[in-house]
């Protein structure tokens, strides 16, 4: 059986503790591998790695930074296949979706800051003629990057690209859930020839090696995605050593519809933002508001669409719907379709485990895609984080009131809002408590614009110079005319 070891100082290493953990793959319930169980002592060797590579790699010209990480997205894209196909057995997430968005997007993640480092400028501030102020931006030391389980290489890539494009030194903790493309990037950095101890990972649960990375006295910085209660977790450790802390968290999407929404885009669009990833991405729009007197005819077209998808193994390439992660969050999800019925609310459609699977994924951990009616936006199932095939439908009767529903939770993540007219768009948009907010669409991200969550949804925002200024501290140095 595979065995999926720490990458400390460009070597593979056991974990210090001899333990490995199950690595199962949720369209079975099989094992696939075993994972390193990482704790303390392996942070310690890995911040350490990672501190005495740091004077070097900061000194290294930014030009032979850009052309390293420039090889490791040459090298991503030449293993895409086989970097698709560990994404979806590891995450069960169908591996056409794994060939779409994660691997083209991790290797983007690479290019985009290997070139913006190349274009990055510095402002200087004339104090009158008394003075020159202006500003460097150095890299910190060793970043602590902590990532989740549903876009895996995709959300490591966006945090190990910025920090060491900026010339940060690293140590990554990917999901003790879905370690292997965590294990052949390294592989693929080592092959890059990125100096040795640039980029760390240790594998681990979150509670130990999580912990004693964000807890570390000699890691200046934490980037952090993933649930919101973590990273409060993360800021009660980071806090008191005063880390520069950026939080990923988690979202309960707002996508509003308005009567004068093209439905012919808004629809399947909506079932994208609904059910992609079996609704585990932090992106995807949750709550679905409608305006009354298109209500019925969109909730028809949805549930036929929602109908329609194919549910099945996720490594055929047909598959539109794969398995949720793990028996436990699989369990959380189908406890929060027993509480909507509990609370007052129908299952139009789904709700239930899946029939007449493939043989191979009989074991596997899946749920029927699902719409939920009747609830109103006080109830647990609008209000807490459900991250699975599972949206609520809501009507509303004014601009206002779809406002005051989208913004009544206390998440803050992102929005979707459908309509024609071009003065509401831009009224709601500015009114929607969300960091992102996308006017007839979904999910069109564009690397360069500041992302991240207001409210519950997170702290700081990343993306283009927004990354670059996070893994930099901004020095300003006067000087005196
Ligand atoms: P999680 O919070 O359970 O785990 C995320 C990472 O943190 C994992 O690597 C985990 O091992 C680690 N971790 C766990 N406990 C820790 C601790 N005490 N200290 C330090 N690290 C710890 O989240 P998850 O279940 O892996 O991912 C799903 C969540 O992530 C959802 O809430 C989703 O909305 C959120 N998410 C947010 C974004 C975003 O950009 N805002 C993107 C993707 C996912």
């Known amino acids: 059986m595979k065995r999926i070891l720490n990458f400390i100082d460009g070597q593979f290493r056991p974990p210090a503790s001899g333990r490995y953990l199950p690595n199962v793959e949720p369209a079975t319930g099989r094992v696939i591998a075993e994972i390193a169980d990482g704790g303390p002592e392996d942070v310690d060797a890995a911040v350490a790695a990672a501190s005495r590579a740091f004077e070097g790699w900061r000194r290294t010209p930014a030009e032979e930074r850009s052309r390293l990480l420039l090889r ?31 691997v083209p997007r991790a290797i983007l993640n690479f290019r985009f800051f290997a070139t913006a480092i190349l274009h990055a400028e510095t402002s200087a501030h004339m104090t009158d003629d008394r003075a020159l102020n202006y500003t460097l931006r150095q890299p910190l030391g060793v970043a602590g990057l902590i990532s989740p389980w549903n876009l895996p290489l995709y959300l490591l890539t966006w945090k190990i690209a910025p920090a060491i494009a900026a010339g940060n030194t690293s140590v990554a903790k990917p999901s003790e859930l879905t370690p292997m493309t965590a294990d052949r990037l390294a592989a693929l950095i080592a092959e890059a020839g990125i100096p040795p101890g640039v980029v760390n ?63 012919e885009q808004a629809v399947p669009t909506s079932i994208q933002s609904s059910f992609s990833n079996q609704g ?18 969109f909730l028809d077209r949805f ?26 969050h699989r369990s959380k999800v189908e406890g929060y379709v ?16 899946p029939a007449n699977l493939p043989e191979r994924v009989r074991g ?34 004014s601009p206002e009131e779809a406002i005051a529903y989208a913004n009544s939770t206390r998440y803050g993540l992102s929005a979707s809002v459908w309509t024609r007219d071009l003065q509401k768009a831009h009224r709601v948009a500015a009114a929607l408590e969300s960091g992102t907010v996308w006017v007839n669409t979904w999910l069109l991200r564009d690397l360069r614009v500041p992302f991240g ?18 893994f930099t501290e901004a020095k300003n140095v006067c000087v005196k005319l």
């Open 72 to 102: 490791v997205a040459d090298l991503i894209e030449a293993n895409f296949d086989e970097l698709a196909r560990l994404e979806s057995e590891d995450s069960g997430k169908p591996i056409a979706l794994a060939r779409r968005m994660d």
């Open 201 to 263: 990972v240790v594998h681990g649960p979150g509670a130990s090696a999580g912990r004693a990375l964000t807890a570390h006295p000699k890691v200046p910085l934490i980037s952090f995605t993933g649930g919101t209660k973590t990273g409060a977790d993360v800021m009660t450790h980071a806090g008191p050593l005063f880390k520069k802390v950026s939080l990923e968290l988690g979202g309960k999407n707002p996508n509003v519809v308005f009567a004068d929404a093209d439905l």
């Open 364 to 397: 596997g951990w899946f749920l029927e895609p699902t719409v939920i009616a009747g609830l109103d936006c006080s109830k647990r199932c609008l209000q807490e984080e459900i991250f699975g095939p599972v949206v609520t439908i809501t009507p509303f009767d």
């Open 453 to 470: 969550g207001m409210k519950e949804s997170g702290v700081g925002r990343e993306g283009g110079f927004d990354s670059l200024a996070f």
């Open 338 to 353: 027993a509480l909507a019925q509990e609370e007052g609310g129908r299952i139009l459609t789904g709700g239930k485990r």
């Open 280 to 297: 585990e991405i932090c992106l995807c729009g949750s709550r679905l508001f409608v305006e009354r007197p298109i209500y019925d005819e």
């Open 303 to 328: 549930l036929a669409a929602t109908r329609r998808l194919r549910i099945g193994d996720p490594l055929d390439p047909a598959t539109e719907v794969g398995a949720l992660v793990s028996d436990a």
